[in-house]
């Protein structure tokens, strides 16, 4: 009497090989996605801008004039959609918060702690090159010209 045994090989070999490609697919995804993320690099400069001018402020003084390079802050911006120079870097003298945004639908938030408000922040294009200028003052003195 002969006993049939099936042979499971070949489709355990198919299995195996069907799963390494689907790994192989998932990470290719993610490496793509995190190369596509760092080409871009809005992150790393939204930090590098958030951080100096927070380091900045930190050491300010009321009455001090600042006018600050920031033409690759804005071609990233530009890049990555955001079309109000506005948006691009902010001061938040309720949170003392350096607010840069780079890329739609994210910002990165930097406390600095010296007690100075950011007054009169402009943003000009293209003169000879784009630069962020302000005034630090006093939060008494902020809060005396908005009234």
């Keep these: 009497m002969m ?3 099936r042979k499971h090989g070949a489709s355990d070999l198919l299995s ?8 192989v697919v998932l ?10 993320k760092e080409s871009n690099s809005a992150d790393s400069w939204e930090e590098l801008y958030v951080k100096e001018l927070a380091l900045l402020l930190n050491q300010a003084r009321p009455g001090d004039v600042y006018t600050i390079d920031i033409q690759k802050a804005s071609e990233i911006a530009v890049k990555n959609g955001i079309k109000d120079t506005r948006y691009i870097i902010r001061f938040d003298g309720k949170t003392r918060e350096v607010v840069v945004q780079l890329h739609q639908g994210g910002e990165t938030r930097f406390s600095y702690f010296n007690d100075v408000v950011v007054a009169d922040s402009t943003i000009e294009l293209g003169r000879p090159r784009n630069t962020l200028s302000f005034r630090v003052v006093a939060p008494e003195m902020h809060e005396e010209q908005r009234t």
């Design 3 to 5: 006993i049939a045994k």
């Design 27 to 36: 990470f290719a995804i993610g490496l793509f996605s995190v190369i596509q």
């Design 16 to 23: 195996g090989t069907l799963l390494y490609v689907i790994l």
